[in-house]
C-alpha cells in the first residue's frame, strides 16, 4: 500500500485566524506520527499564510519519520530549504490569489528555472518532486530537468463530476503513475483525495506516497486527529 503523508497546513491556518500561537502545528505532527503517519508535509508560502518559518525550523527538530517542504521555485525558498536541510521539497505552482494550489507545475515551459532549483537542492542531498498534471510530457520534463520522483496532481479527478469524467481523470492518473516508475521516478499523489475518493487511487501500484491534508483536519474537528488518520489509514490498506 502507499504511504500516508499528512499535510498539516491547515492547523496553522486555524491559528493565523486569530493571530495567536496556538493550535500549534508542530504539536499537530507529532500526533500525526504517533497514529501512523509516514511524513509531514508543510507548505512555506512566500506570503506566510498560515506556515511560517519558526514552524519549519522546529518540525525539521522534531519530525522523525519525513519532512517533505512544499515551495515555490524561489530564490528564497530554496535558499531556506538549503539551510534546514528537510528530508524531501516538493515544488508547486504558487499564485498568491489562489486558495490552494490550482494545478501542476509547467515543467516543460519553465525548465531552466525548475532545473536550476532541482540542481541547488540535490546538491544538500534534498531529494526533490514535482507537483506535476497527470500529463506524460510534463512527467518526462520532470524527469529531465533531474527530479527524483513527481507527486501527480489529483485534484482534477477528485473534483469530476459524474463517474464517466472521474473515471477518464482516474485513466490519467493512473497513466501518469505508470510512466513517472518506468522513467525511474518515486511516485506521489495528492490533492483533494478524501475518504470517498482514496481506495481509486490508493490501489494503483506505482504509487509510493499519498499526500492528504485538508479531508484528513476536516474529520479531525469531529472525532480528533488521531482518529481521522487511523480511518484513512484504514481505507488506505
Known sequence: MPNLMINIDHVATLRQARGSHYPDPVYAAGIAEMAGASGIIVHLREDRRHINDRDVRILRQVVRTKLNLEMAATAEMVAIAQEILPDM???????????????????????????????????????????VDADASQVKAAREVGADMIEIHTGHFSDAEGSSKRAEELKR????????KALGMGVNAGHGLHYHNVRDVAVIPEIDELSIGHSIMAR??????????????????
Open 89 to 131: 521539497v516538493t515544488l508547486v505552482p504558487e499564485k498568491r490569489e489562489e486558495l490552494t494550489t490550482e494545478g501542476g507545475l509547467d515543467v516543460k515551459g519553465n525548465r531552466e528555472k525548475i532545473a536550476a532549483a532541482v540542481r541547488d537542492l540535490t546538491g544538500k542531498a534534498i531529494l526533490v518532486s514535482l507537483f
Open 173 to 180: 492518473v493512473n497513466a501518469a503513475a505508470i510512466e513517472g
Open 220 to 237: 479531525a474537528l469531529f472525532v480528533g486527529l488521531d482518529r481521522a488518520i487511523r480511518d484513512m489509514l484504514d481505507l488506505i490498506r
